[in-house]
Every structure is written in structure tokens, then in C-alpha cells.
């Protein structure tokens, strides 16, 4: 039976369990950062010498880490490109620009338990030789940006933080930034930008390779909130038995925010991969299914970008037989192991581990105009194909969920997505405004015809008897 | 026009600007401790954060047209931001809004904010607001609420002085 597996959020929902430094030091707050700190440069066979900060390094790539924040690349890769030789200083930024629909995670963490973001912070600077960081946290979360400002002024208080951090001779500082209610702060390159005091337009990769040149063109690590927590459970568990929590290649745990229509919205903490879709959705102890007499029509799997997942749809997802040969498994998309491999695999991604449940009383073109709406809102404007084409959408969808649809609708609005991913856009916006687009016209076809045909014939009639037009009530 | 600034707003932007070696970067925070005692950012204000960050006035100008929770008018004494997006329009925010635009005499259907003659409230649909697992949810200020009924809404708007 799938179980809640609580590592970051082991804490947080205690009864009496506050942000405070005191609590978080009783629950063996710090601890990590101390034993890091401790650690000795090692004798390696060929006679040279590693030190602390390439042990953790090497011990973060031995844990597996994926990035939580949606793209699931692997933190210890991502670490390892950072110019260490440019004799530029290295930055890293905590990216809690939590915004995709969907996702409210870093909430609970940054609300509940700061300690332990900084402690990871704390752990990661030190790893990479870092002495100046950020927390980025989006401006519509003005309390947990007093709760970390708060935080940071106590591991100060205790020399977490500043010069010289508990005798070691290794200097930190910390600040937050706040950002001001704008979705692409949480594109990395985006977010580098807003935080030099500019406007959030992503940077073109290559040659803006954060890890290269980031903030104020120097090596920087951009790593999600709850990426960072898990650094510090590495360094006090070991990368090796970080490594045995989840599933091969999707190892630790993930904390999953279900909403939409369950009985039981919320987040939920499990080992990667061992629970379902379905678990997740059904299991009492996680969604505890839909409402009464209602049946699933569909699931957006990871944050409002990723591609929808329609009921009743079935993969082929590659599984080891007996005798260790892969195979093909024709397997539901409620049985997918929720991680991020099979997701992918099923054409989708587990992003930023949200998940949207829409059950049969759901419109779905309603659905998607409510999201294109979110994108055309947050498109930053610089590149032509996303600006127009997620505007261009959005209209379209409007129009239809207004009574005012067409037959052609449906091929129109992927004609129009089609044309905007695949690099012809800066950042990964273009993929994200595309894929709903693509995969809810795509997989639901005959409702979109069918409210077009339905909306051309109601107008026919219209005009045929003209005292009968109405104006539509909200059409914009 | 001249801007004055307040002793303690000039102690905090004086603040912010040592947490980065490069002055311009401080400009997002300095707008938002200027928003806070003001309501809003006025061209005296862009003027004097450009001249305190040695900067030319359109670079803090372009920031301020492009990021929505800055505001280049005065706004409600309360601004009621209702989330929009997905989760939070299939728990009712839909529906939620139209109650608070009903109950304060503002049109639900015009888009952007929208203020009373009386300058008490603000209200407009934002994106979303990081807690689709409560929808639907909203802020009044910085305050922060979730699973808004139409009474909680009621009451929340009671509790503005």
C-alpha cells in the first residue's frame, strides 16, 4: 500500500511545531550543516587530496537529486557546470518563485519550517564556494518573506550566517529578494534578470548559461526550494541511502500538491514513483477520490503546463521482465508510477509534482480558456511568436467559451501552437503556453468541434431571425 | 513635485541597497518598501529611486510598468485580490469575485482592477496564488485566506475599518 514518506515535511505539520530557530534547533536543526562543515579533505589512491566542498558535491551526485522545481535535470550535473575557474565570485539563488499553477509546496516549507531551506542553502553555499545568496521569493507571498527575513536574522544571531560561521573561517551572507507578481521570475534566466533590477526577460542559452554567466555575468546555481532542502538530508543521511529512498533514478521524496475535484485536496510527501496516479488520486490517505457520483475526465500531472492525461488513456511504459530484459507494458495512465521518468514516458512530465483532477462536470474548453488566459497574461512580450500566439489563443478560447465558436477552432488553436515551441522562442514559456494547448485540443477534439459546429449553427439561426441576437453576458 | 521621504522608509532603501554590490539590483526591493508607506509608486517616486540608485529614471519606469503588483496610481485602502487560475476557478473564484464586485457596486466583467468611489477597496482577479489545494483563496493586503466562502468574504470585508 502506498504511504506518506515524510523527509522535508517531517516536521512542519507537528502540533507546536513553530518557525523559530529554537524548535527547529530542538528538532536537531543545524545538525547537518555542523557535519558538513566537519568533514576533512580525503586521501583519494592516485595521492591527491578532496576536498570538503568536492565530497558533498560528489556525494549530491551520488544521491540522484532531481531539481523540484519542474524540469527533474539532475543537481549534481547542474553543480558540476559551474565555472570554477573564471575567478568570478559564484552566486546561488534560491528560486521560491512558486507560481505554477498548481504547485504549493515551497508554501508549506518557507511558512513552516524557513530553518531548514537556509540550512540547505547554508550547506549548498558551502559546497560551492558561495558567499553571497538569494532567496527569490514571488511578491504574492509578502508573510513568507517576513518569516525568512525573520529566520535569516536569527541564523545570523547564532553565526549560521555572516563572518566566519561557527569558527570555520568560511563568510556567508543571505538575503531575500522579493519579486512583484510576475510568472517568468520563475524561468532562471528570468529570475537573474528581475534580480539585477531589470525587467524578468529570459536570457538566450547559449551563451547565458547560468553556471557560466549568470547573475551579474558570474557563475551562478539556480536551485528550487525544496532541491535545497533535500541537500541537507543528504549530507546528514549520505547520498547512498538518500539514493535508496524512492526508485531507481527518481530516488528521494517528492511532495506532491493535489487539487482540483478530490475529497481531500492538499500536499502530499511521498517516495518518487511509489505511489500511482490513480494512489495518489483515490487512496484514502491521499485524494480519497472524487466527489459522489462524479467520474474522472481528466488530469493535468504536473503544474498547468504539462500535457493533460484524458481517462481511460493507456501507455506503453517500459518495465524490466523476470529475467531483466525490457519490456513493454500497456499500462493505464491512473497505474503511471508517479516520477518523473514515467511521465515522460507517457508524453507528459511530473514538472513541478501538481496535480489538477477535473472530473465529468467540467467544460473542457472552459478549462483550457481559463488557462491560456494565465499564459497570455504572463508571456513577457519579448519574443513574437509567444507574445502574439499566446494572445492569439487566448482570444480564440475566449470567444468559444462565449458562445462564439467555430468548427475550424480546434485545428486554428493547434496550428497556432504548433508554431510557437521548438526554439523559436527565448525560454521554455513557448513549450509551456503550447502544450496545454496542444495536448487539451488534442485528446478532446470532439468537444471542441462539437462547441464550434454547435456555436455556428445557434448563429445561423441568429441571423435568420435578427430580433433574437443577444449580446453574451461577459464576453470580452 | 518634490518627494519627502520619511526618516525610516530612507534608513530601509539605504538598507537594501547594501545587500548587493551592484546598486541598480536593490531597485525592486526600494519600490516595494516605497509602495508600502505610499500605496503607490509615483513619477516623484521613479525620479527619486532612479537618483538614489544612479540610474536613469526610464530604467526603474520600465520596471514598474511591467510587473503587476506595482502601482502607478493610488489604489483601495484594501486591495482584494481574488486568484483566478484553474484550481481556484473550479472551487468558485469565479463566483467569488462576482460577489465581492456585487456587494461593493463594482462591474464583474471589466478586466483589471477596479476601485470604490470611496477609495476604500480595490478588487481584481490575479493569477495564481500558490495554494490550489484550499481554493478558492485570496489576499486582502498582505493577509493571506483560504476556502473563501461567500460569508467568510462577508466577513472579511466587515473587517475592514
Known amino acids: 500500500m502506498p504511504q506518506e514518506y515524510k523527509l522535508i515535511l517531517k516536521h512542519a505539520d507537528e502540533p507546536g511545531y513553530t ?31 578532496m576536498s570538503p566542498q568536492e565530497q558533498i558535491r560528489e556525494d549530491v551526485k551520488v544521491s540522484g537529486l532531481r531539481g523540484r522545481g519542474g524540469a527533474g535535470f539532475s543537481c549534481g550535473l547542474k553543480w558540476s557546470f559551474v565555472d570554477r575557474r573564471s575567478g568570478k565570485p559564484i552566486y546561488l539563488i534560491c528560486n521560491a518563485d512558486e507560481s505554477e499553477p498548481g504547485t504549493f509546496k ?19 553555499c558551502f559546497a560551492n564556494d558561495v558567499h553571497l545568496a538569494y532567496i527569490y521569493i514571488r511578491g504574492e507571498m509578502p508573510e513568507g518573506a517576513k518569516i525568512l527575513i525573520k529566520a535569516l536574522a536569527e541564523a545570523r544571531a547564532k553565526n549560521f550566517l555572516g563572518k566566519n560561521i561557527l569558527g570555520t573561517g568560511y563568510d556567508l551572507e543571505m538575503y531575500v529578494h522579493r519579486g512583484a507578481g510576475a510568472y517568468i521570475c520563475g524561468e532562471e ?23 557560466v554567466l549568470g547573475l551579474w555575468m558570474c557563475p551562478t546555481i539556480v536551485n528550487n526550494v525544496e532541491t ?9 543521511m549520505g547520498g547512498a541511502n538518500f539514493a535508496k529512498l524512492g526508485t531507481p533514478n527518481n530516488t528521494g521524496t517528492r511532495i506532491v500538491s493535489l487539487s482540483g475535484q478530490v475529497k481531500r485536496p492538499g500536499y502530499y510527501e511521498i517516495e518518487v514513483g511509489k505511489a500511482t496516479l490513480g494512489e495518489l488520486i483515490n487512496d484514502p490517505k491521499f485524494g480519497g477520490g472524487l466527489r459522489d457520483g462524479r467520474k474522472l475526465k481528466a488530469i493535468i500531472p504536473g503544474g498547468s503546463s504539462s500535457k493533460v492525461l484524458k481517462a481511460g488513456e493507456k501507455f506503453k511504459l517500459k518495465k524490466k521482465d523476470a529475467e531483466g530484459r525490457e519490456v513493454l507494458v500497456e499500462t493505464d495512465m491512473l497505474d503511471l508510477p508517479y516520477d518523473f521518468d514515467s511521465l515522460a514516458q507517457a508524453g507528459t512530465m ?16 472552459e478549462t483550457l480558456a481559463n488557462l491560456s488566459e494565465f499564459y497570455a497574461h504572463e508571456s513577457c512580450g519579448q519574443c513574437t511568436p509567444c507574445r502574439e500566439g499566446a494572445l492569439w489563443m487566448n482570444k480564440a478560447l475566449q470567444r468559444m467559451a462565449h458562445g462564439q465558436g467555430r468548427a475550424g477552432d480546434a485545428d486554428y488553436l493547434v496550428k497556432i501552437a504548433d508554431n510557437i515551441p521548438g526554439g ?41 431571425a435578427p430580433g433574437e441576437i443577444k449580446q453574451l453576458a461577459g464576453a470580452h | 513635485m518634490s518627494f519627502t521621504v520619511p526618516a525610516n522608509l530612507a534608513a530601509e532603501v539605504d538598507e537594501l541597497i547594501t545587500h548587493y554590490p551592484v546598486k541598480r539590483a536593490a531597485s525592486l526591493m526600494v519600490l516595494h518598501a516605497i509602495q508600502e508607506q505610499f ?35 493610488p489604489m483601495g485602502k484594501y486591495q482584494i485580490k481574488v486568484c483566478r487560475t484553474l484550481s481556484c476557478a473550479l472551487g ?36 495564481c496564488l500558490a495554494s490550489c489545494g484550499t481554493a478558492p483563496v485570496m489576499m486582502c493586503n498582505d493577509a493571506f485566506y483560504e476556502g473563501v466562502s461567500h460569508k467568510k468574504a462577508d466577513d472579511i470585508v466587515a473587517g475592514c475599518p
Open chain 1, 19 to 49: 518557525p523559530d530557530i529554537d524548535c527547529y534547533l530542538r528538532h536537531g536543526g543545524y545538525e547537518g550543516l555542523k557535519k558538513a562543515l566537519a568533514i576533512q579533505p580525503k586521501d583519494l589512491p592516485d595521492g591527491k587530496k
Open chain 1, 106 to 124: 515551497d508554501r508549506q516549507i518557507m511558512h513552516k519550517d524557513p530553518h531548514q531551506l537556509i540550512e540547505g542553502m547554508i550547506i549548498s
Open chain 1, 189 to 211: 534566466t528570468g529570475l537573474i534578470e528581475s534580480l539585477e533590477g531589470k525587467r524578468p526577460y529570459p536570457r538566450i542559452k547559449p551563451p547565458y548559461f547560468p553556471a
Open chain 1, 228 to 236: 535545497l532542502c533535500n541537500v541537507k538530508h543528504i549530507v546528514e
Open chain 1, 350 to 365: 511530473s514538472g513541478s509534482s501538481a496535480i489538477i483532477v477535473m472530473d465529468d462536470s467540467v467544460d473542457i474548453v
Open chain 1, 424 to 464: 523559436r522562442t527565448i525560454c521554455a514559456f513557448g513549450e509551456a503556453c503550447s502544450w496545454p494547448v496542444q495536448s487539451f485540443v488534442g485528446k478532446f477534439k470532439d468537444e471542441f468541434v462539437a462547441k464550434g459546429v454547435a456555436d455556428e449553427a445557434r448563429r445561423a439561426k441568429e441571423v435568420a
Open chain 2, 39 to 73: 500605496g503607490w509608486i509615483s513619477p516623484e517616486a521613479v525620479e527619486w529611486t532612479a537618483a538614489k540608485l544612479e540610474l536613469p529614471p526610464i530604467n526603474i519606469l520600465e520596471i514598474l510598468t511591467f510587473y503587476p503588483m506595482l502601482r502607478q496610481q
Open chain 2, 92 to 127: 468558485g473564484a469565479y463566483e467569488l469575485h462576482h460577489h465581492f464586485c456585487a456587494k461593493l457596486g463594482l462591474d464583474a466583467h471589466k478586466h483589471g482592477p477596479q476601485t470604490t468611489a470611496d477609495g476604500k477597496f480595490t478588487v481584481e482577479f490575479v493569477e
